[in-house]
């Protein structure tokens, strides 16, 4: 659900609501405009559980205003260079594979690099809710990022994403199995850092986990954490940066 232009934000939570409730995108977003006195200003567009979308351009919206929906989604936007900028978001976020995020902001690139807002650049956002997808799994804001003044915010956001993307969402994290030698090199610079009084043994064990969940937890890397027998190389990285006393094992 998103709303722009002279938005009106009870749209939001009155249409999740009324889809909440079973209706259609298309009926919901009927019945949020129905009373609304301002809805030849306003542009909104709506996307229910099902995938079905529906997209309003009030008449009074300013030119190029309009959207394109289909299948999961809706694009719209208004002081547009023209139709081809919603036309060339939708093709990229049908053609983008991967998760929602990574459509969602291939689909605000491609519609950028269509011309966008025909003032300019300014600000660019990124927001995308799962459900326990926040921090610790403490909120649902899975993606929450936004560039509110650069001249080249478009871009600017990508660059930002990237970033989250491999610190914070950890999508992209290169692996290494936790071997004899990964580990006990695990654990001489564990020892190193005070985080570790067992035996130099090699074995990815219990009281191992446990202090390099604790090294993690201090230097806030936590979600390099795994379960299994692979060891984030990242993680690894940092454990060596703060110990380049002790020599890398050898290949």
Same mark, same amino acid.
């Given at each position: 659900?998103?709303?722009?232009?002279? /938005?009106?934000?009870? =749209?939001?939570?009155?249409?999740? &609501?009324?889809?909440?409730?079973?209706?259609?995108?298309?009926?919901?977003?009927?019945?949020?405009?129905?009373?609304?006195?301002?809805?030849?200003?306003?542009?909104?567009?709506?996307?229910? @559980?099902?995938?079905?979308?529906?997209?309003?351009? %009030?008449?009074?919206?300013?030119?190029? /205003?309009?959207?394109?929906?289909?299948?999961?989604?809706?694009?719209?936007?208004?002081?547009?260079? %023209?139709?081809?900028?919603?036309?060339?978001? /939708?093709?990229?976020?049908?053609?983008?594979?991967?998760?929602?995020?990574?459509? $969602?902001?291939?689909?605000? $690139?491609?519609?950028?690099?269509?011309?966008?807002?025909?003032?300019?650049?300014?600000?660019?956002?990124?927001?995308?809710?799962?459900? @326990? %997808?926040?921090?610790?799994?403490?909120?649902? @804001?899975?993606?929450?990022?936004?560039?509110?003044?650069?001249?080249? /915010?478009?871009?600017?956001?990508?660059?930002? =994403?990237?970033?989250?993307?491999?610190?914070?969402?950890?999508?992209?994290?290169? $692996?290494?199995?936790?071997?004899? &030698?990964?580990?006990?090199?695990?654990?001489?610079?564990?020892?190193? $850092?005070?985080?570790?009084? %067992?035996?130099? +043994?090699?074995? =990815?064990?219990?009281?191992?986990?446990?202090?390099?969940?604790? =090294?993690?937890?201090?230097?806030?890397?936590?979600?390099?954490?795994?379960?299994?027998?692979?060891? +984030?190389?990242?993680?690894?990285? &940092?454990?060596?940066?703060?110990?380049?006393?002790?020599?890398?094992?050898?290949?």
């Amino acid at each position: 659900m998103a709303t722009q232009s002279h /938005a009106n934000t009870s =749209f939001g939570p009155e249409g999740l &609501e009324l889809m909440g409730k079973g209706l259609t995108a298309e009926k919901a977003l009927e019945r949020v405009l129905e009373a609304d006195e301002g809805r030849a200003q306003r542009q909104v567009g709506m996307v229910d @559980r099902d995938g079905r979308a529906a997209s309003f351009t %009030g008449d009074g919206c300013m030119e190029w /205003a309009g959207g394109v929906t289909g299948e999961g989604f809706t694009c719209q936007g208004n002081i547009l260079a %023209g139709v081809h900028v919603v036309a060339a978001m /939708a093709d990229a976020f049908r053609e983008t594979s991967g998760e929602l995020v990574d459509r $969602l902001l291939a689909a605000l $690139l491609a519609g950028d690099e269509a011309g966008g807002d025909r003032r300019g650049r300014q600000s660019a956002a990124l927001l995308v809710a799962r459900a @326990r %997808g926040g921090y610790g799994g403490a909120n649902d @804001r899975y993606v929450d990022l936004r560039v509110d003044d650069h001249p080249d /915010a478009p871009r600017e956001l990508a660059r930002v =994403f990237g970033v989250y993307d491999h610190q914070i969402l950890v999508r992209t994290d290169a $692996l290494v199995e936790a071997t004899h &030698e990964v580990v006990l090199d695990l654990q001489l610079r564990l020892a190193a $850092l005070g985080r570790y009084d %067992g035996p130099r +043994s090699g074995r =990815f064990d219990d009281p191992t986990r446990a202090a390099l969940a604790g =090294f993690a937890g201090e230097h806030n890397v936590e979600g390099r954490l795994r379960d299994d027998n692979l060891v +984030s190389e990242s993680l690894v990285g &940092e454990l060596r940066d703060l110990t380049p006393e002790l020599a890398p094992p050898e290949a």
